[in-house]
């Protein structure tokens, strides 16, 4: 007779540690606009690894991030979530504690900066992350406080450190030997923008940018991410190939929709022979 027993719960598969353990890239959905669930099984479908839930430029809430994130969790593609700057600690907890699987950190500049977004979001030794149970993560089950330490600073809370910044730069090497920091997220407008190359995706500062980071990435056993460049394939595939990005960033919800609206509308007005007097 087979045991009655409940099955020990266990945190849910990170993808992108998964993938990237395998020498795969983790390919990421951006959410900007949608805090419809039917979003996330979309993004499923298309075939994405993990969700890049934005609450730095959206007006998406913490609720909004909260259904997300548990309808992600439950579908197998795994949700990380931005955070406004200069949002507090207590809203980067609350950011992990409601569901997301990381926490995507804006405007660093120095070390100090990387080390308190690391402190909030993970548990001691690594941080001063406070414990607390009921978690998405582990679909609400109660966990003993050993494994839920162990599993979520391993894989449940991974910290990006977003390098967008020339002051960030100007440090990677530094950040990246932070214990706790798992990801080098180079945010491409910005940092080009602070480097004097935006616009100019080809400039060679810009390449011996990215460079760096992955370096820095690679040297201390970190990943580096890349976000802000599906519009160029090309350097992408450089970034992955040569510079090593494992998590790479695609377009986000109003980009996709606002791109397939517009193709469509094209179609549709192009199959009307001849032209219309009075405009349309």
Known sequence: MPSLTPSQPSLLQNNLLTLSARNKICTAFGIKISADTSIVHIAKAAGYDSLFIDLEHTALTIKDANQLCIAAISSGITPFVRVPHQCG?????RVLDVGAMGVIVPHIHTVDDAKRAIRISKYPPLGKRSISAGFPHFEFAPVQTAQLVEEMNASGSTVFIMIETADA???????????GCDVLLV????????????????????????ERVGKAATQHGKLMGIAGLYHRPDILERVINEFGARWIVGAQDVGLLLQGGKANSELLRSLQKGSIKNGR
């Open 169 to 179: 730069l100007e440090n990677v090497e530094h950040i990246a030997a932070l214990p």
């Open 187 to 210: 945010g491409s407008n910005d940092l080009a923008m602070e480097i004097g190359t935006l616009g100019d995706w080809d400039a060679p500062d810009f390449f011996a940018a990215l």
């Open 89 to 93: 600690d207590g809203f980067m907890q």
